[in-house]
């Protein structure tokens, strides 16, 4: 056997080692599974399960990728689970490869090694055009980007015009007067007697005008609003004048009556008409609908208003940056270039825009703000969404965003604070009912409220 | 190998080209005979192969697995819709029993349901425990307990508005110790403010029996047909809800009172979602293959009433919801066919979701597997082409072999025959035959020259031999020894021991000789040696 012969022999065997060897890479005949965790239900869902039969049936179809949902849940039952994962508790589910996450719960999960990083898979060109608050935001201590943005929001007032017309007619009170706490404050205590004063056989059983979604969001950046932050590292600052003005604004509409105790969405509350202005997150537009039902099963058709969100007298245009993003799970190569891949083409400007015109999140490109956003104003079919994506327009221009701390004990703050505010209040509006029975209102909020503050600070572990 | 097949093409078009006149050389006959043996014993395989039906059987091939798998689709759904079943109809037992109770308790009764209505809420909110428990265990994605009154019948749409409850999974297919995630989707805002859960988007306060059919023929067919709850329940067609994004179907049970009262239903729901993921289709290779479970009239699967499952894949390739009738196809496989749509192929088989006396023991329903018929095409069609690609591949191999193996064994055959107009002893060709031949021609070459020579033509002659007399001159002085010593008569060896040289140095004084005088052999160059004499014998007699 001559040289030449043997030559050709090693390279047929190479071949043939080389083909029946494993290979690494995508590829469309082997293709990769990508389990998602998201939490889109309801109509969102129908969203979701469109992008992403599209994005199996032509990107992932090419590539040799196909993302798989298998639960569909609240973000809080999503954090919760995940937390699980991080923790290791026995009964904990299978990390998913994509999930959508919080930053805090991101770092309990990048802590023990389970998150793969996402700027490897990203040129620096392509993150740039991201707008940089929502990149930075999916940053840790580390400096690497775990959480993608993908459906980030922000909080706005959510106003039910068909009522506060009436309302508005009997008392004076305008919409501008809504764009301060101090003012929303006011229009509560004057909803509250005005409606008292409907059924003059029934006494004190006027009705809440406002809640928020959380307590905790809005003292935040009440904070920051005033210039100083809630969090001095991962203490917190509730022993100051500022903290103190807040919880005056908010706690004595709450134990008077003007503002809902309610543990749960404040649309909820919307629904039945129960009160007029609710404070939560864009993404929370699906929920308000165009008619209201009354506890008799009668209907009223109803349209809202969206407002930016509201300001401490004095205060700076701050408005919280909300959402979460996108977590790829750490795993094999393919895996996790197959969820950039995926992420990459979900959050395109074209995509991104369907998502967020049909859900009430925000665009997370600069090219979908500028170029987009209009058209999609005055093409959308659902009148709240337009007046959602306006709002929103006109809060990413004036509005400076703050961005909530990373830390691990962030989420059970955040509960503690909500569970806290709410026992309280909930007690001192029980006490307040009683006390306004046989002394003046003046008096039995004084007397309900006696030492409230301290007995919330008290509280905080 | 690629080059010796040009090359034996070469020789092909040479050998055309010659046609024949000289005959086919030696090489080219054994490429031939190469190529005739290793393709007859190919065309007999390819007989063979064709004979047992290879070629025909790529659909045949795609029957028992699809088979199989729509055996094993229609085993599981048949088993989980089963359970959803039974479980529906002992939720329904137990929620009869425990609203009567209630209903006697609060001093009502089921027959005068309507006239409670602020009983209603009371009602529906203590029976939440008893259907979240239930939802947990039955695997449904989502439970209803729907009461036959509305708690404002004065309202213009009071006829067809109904107190109910709806409750809905977001996971039913996730299976851990965590509680069930539930939506409040129909039903008095203040249950799901007691208990914290939160709303559907769509929330209703009542469900609207007008768009939502079902629950009220479920009702009547109870009070018309006095059967037990396990004859009376009913799977409804695959539907959406009013305000809802998913297609849902449910197994709704009569609620009957003791007296015989049909005074609501219960229900599970069980989701597009849920059918997808606990379906999955998993024969590998089948991108388009999708799964369903349709209610079916004769020819006809309806599938505006059918849930589907599959890969992500099989979603645009699935048929329209309306409906698709049935023909047998080939291969052993059945045709659907929609009105100018593209066909499918597939199987299907009918699957019973009712005891055989229930009251709707003659609706029928089948679980499907189909595919678009160019996937299946393509799969049949893929699997012969790699058959008849192969065939090519071992043709072309078949060439390269002849061209290599009657390249290899001619070549020495030809070295020798080189070495034979150039004879060298010491060579050896390493083929015996060849071998012997060569000694065999050199010893022959050893003989005395025989004294009768071929006359030569006078000229020729002439030239030749004044040529041969002038070459001479050329030869060196060991040569012209040697030469000298043959003029004089002497054999090679009588040479060698006269000059004391081995016999291969005369050898090399032989070679050179020949070359220089342009003979080939020994006796041609003793022919000259004997013409040299004569012209010597015939000068000395002139003179």
């Known amino acids: 056997m001559n040289k030449k012969t043997i030559a050709w022999t090693a390279l047929l065997l190479l071949v043939l080692l080389t083909a029946c060897g494993q290979t690494t890479g995508l590829h469309p005949k082997r293709p990769v599974t990508l389990t998602l965790w998201h939490n889109f239900g ?23 990728i196909v993302v798989s949902v298998t639960s569909i849940s609240s973000s809080a039952a999503i954090q919760e689970k995940l937390t699980m994962i991080a923790a290791g508790d026995p009964g904990a589910p299978e990390m998913p490869d994509i999930t959508t996450c919080y930053p805090a719960t991101v770092a309990l999960l990048a802590d023990k090694g389970l998150l793969a990083p996402m700027d490897r898979y990203f040129t620096d060109e392509e993150l740039a055009d991201y707008l940089p608050r929502f990149v930075e935001e999916g940053r840790l201590p580390d400096g690497k980007l775990y959480v993608f943005p993908f459906a980030k929001s922000t909080e706005v007032l959510f106003l039910n015009q068909t009522l506060f017309d009436r309302f508005s007619t009997a008392t004076g009170v305008t919409v501008s007067s809504l764009a301060t706490f101090e003012g929303i404050a006011d229009a509560a205590a004057q909803y509250h007697r005005w409606t008292d004063e409907q059924t003059p056989d029934i006494p004190n059983d006027g009705k809440a005008f406002f809640t928020a979604d959380s307590f905790f969001n809005l003292a935040q950046v009440g904070m920051e609003q005033m210039g100083v932050s809630l969090f001095d590292g991962e203490k917190l600052r509730l022993d100051t004048p500022e903290f103190e003005r807040i919880w005056n604004t908010v706690f004595e509409a709450a134990v008077k009556g003007g503002y809902a105790i309610y543990d749960g969405y404040s649309s909820d509350l919307s629904k039945t008409g129960d009160i007029l202005c609710s404070m939560g997150s ?51 190569p393919e895996k996790e270039e197959a969820a950039a891949l995926f992420l990459k083409w979900f959050t395109s400007p074209a995509q991104n825009m369907r998502f967020v015109a049909s859900t009430g999140y925000l665009p997370v490109t600069g090219r979908a703000f500028a170029n987009h956003m209009e058209r999609e104003i005055t093409q959308n079919n659902n009148p709240n969404i337009q007046k959602l994506l306006r709002t929103a327009t006109t809060v990413h221009g004036e509005y400076d965003f703050y961005i909530p701390p990373v830390f691990d004990a962030f989420n059970s703050v955040s509960g503690s604070i909500e569970a806290n505010f709410f026992t309280i209040a909930a007690q001192r509006h029980e006490q307040y009912m009683a006390h306004i029975t046989a002394i003046e209102p003046g008096a039995a909020y004084e007397e309900a409220a006696r030492g409230a503050l301290k007995e919330f600070i008290a509280r905080q572990p | 190998m690629l080059k010796r097949g040009f090359e034996t093409l070469g020789l092909y078009r040479e050998a055309i080209r010659r046609g024949g006149q000289n005959g086919l050389p030696m090489r080219l006959r054994l490429f031939l005979f190469l190529i005739l043996f290793l393709n007859a014993i190919m065309l007999g395989v390819l007989l063979i192969l064709f004979s047992s039906g290879v070629f025909k059987t790529g659909s045949l091939e795609h029957r028992p697995v699809l088979g199989s798998e729509l055996t094993h689709i229609a085993q599981d759904i048949y088993k989980s819709f089963g359970t959803v079943s039974v479980r529906a109809t002992d939720l329904a037992k137990e929620l009869s029993v425990a609203l009567e109770r209630n209903l006697k308790e609060h001093g009502s009764s089921a027959a005068s349901l309507q006239e409670s209505p602020d009983l209603l809420e009371h009602l529906l909110e203590d029976e939440l425990g008893r259907l979240t428990g239930a939802l947990e265990k039955s695997g449904a994605s989502g439970v209803f307990l729907l009461l036959d009154a509305t708690v404002n019948p004065a309202l213009p749409d009071g006829a067809d508005s109904r107190a109910c409850l709806y409750l809905k999974n977001m996971e039913p297919n996730i299976v851990n110790g965590m509680a069930a995630n539930l939506r409040f989707g129909v039903g008095p805002m203040a249950i799901a403010r007691n208990h914290g859960i939160h709303l559907l988007p769509q929330w209703q306060m009542e469900m609207d029996v007008g768009e939502s059919p079902g629950f009220i023929e479920v009702m009547a067919a109870a009070r018309e047909q006095k059967r037990p709850l396990s004859r009376l329940y009913r799977w409804s067609e695959a539907m959406l809800l009013p305000g809802g994004s998913e297609r849902i179907m449910l197994c709704t049970v009569p609620l009957v009172a003791s007296d015989g009262t049909v005074f609501g239903v219960c229900s599970f729901e069980v989701s597009e979602m849920l059918f997808k993921l606990s379906h999955a289709l998993e024969s590998e290779g089948y991108d388009h293959l999708f799964c369903l479970l349709s209610p079916l009239e004769e020819n006809t699967l309806r599938l505006s009433g059918a849930l589907f499952a599959g890969n992500f894949s099989a979603g645009p390739a699935a048929p329209e919801h309306t409906q698709i009738e049935i023909s047998s ?159 004089q008569g002497h054999t090679a060896k009588e040479i060698a021991k006269i000059l004391c040289l081995s016999i291969n140095t005369i050898k090399t004084h032989n070679r050179r000789i020949y070359m220089k005088l342009n003979v080939t052999s020994r006796k041609e160059l003793m022919v000259y040696i004997q013409m040299m004499e004569e012209v010597s014998c015939t000068n000395a007699e002139n003179n």
């Open chain 1, 42 to 64: 309801g109509q969102m869902q129908a969203m979701m399960d469109e992008h992403i039969e599209e994005f199996n049936t032509t990107i992932g179809k090419e590539k040799g």
């Open chain 1, 282 to 332: 864009t993404a929370g537009i699906l929920f308000y609908g165009e008619e209201i039902t009354y506890p008799n099963n009668v209907k009223e058709a109803v349209k809202y208003t969206v407002l930016p969100y509201p300001t401490f007298e004095g205060g700076k245009k701050i408005a919280i940056q909300r959402g979460g993003g996108l977590a790829v799970a750490k795993s094999s």
């Open chain 2, 329 to 487: 196809g080939s291969g052993g496989f059945y045709s659907y066919r929609q009105p100018e749509k593209e066909g499918y192929a597939g199987l299907h088989e009918t699957i019973s979701l009712y005891p055989v006396d229930s009251v709707y023991g003659n609706e029928q329903w089948a679980v499907a597997l189909m595919m678009p018929d160019k996937g299946l095409n393509m799969l049949i069609s893929g699997r012969n082409r790699n058959l008849i690609l192969g065939l090519l591949l071992l043709m072309f191999v078949n060439v390269g072999l002849a061209s290599f193996i009657s390249h290899r064994y001619i070549r020495p055959v030809a070295a020798a025959l080189e070495h034979l107009k150039k004879p060298d002893p010491a060579a050896k060709t390493k083929i015996p035959e060849i071998d012997d031949l060569i000694k065999f021609l050199a010893a022959q070459d050893e003989l005395p020259v025989p004294t009768e020579t071929k006359e030569l033509p006078a000229q020729e002659y002439s030239t030749l031999y004044q040529e041969f007399i002038k070459n001479i001159k050329s030869l060196s002085a060991a040569e012209t020894s040697v030469f000298n010593l043959y003029v």
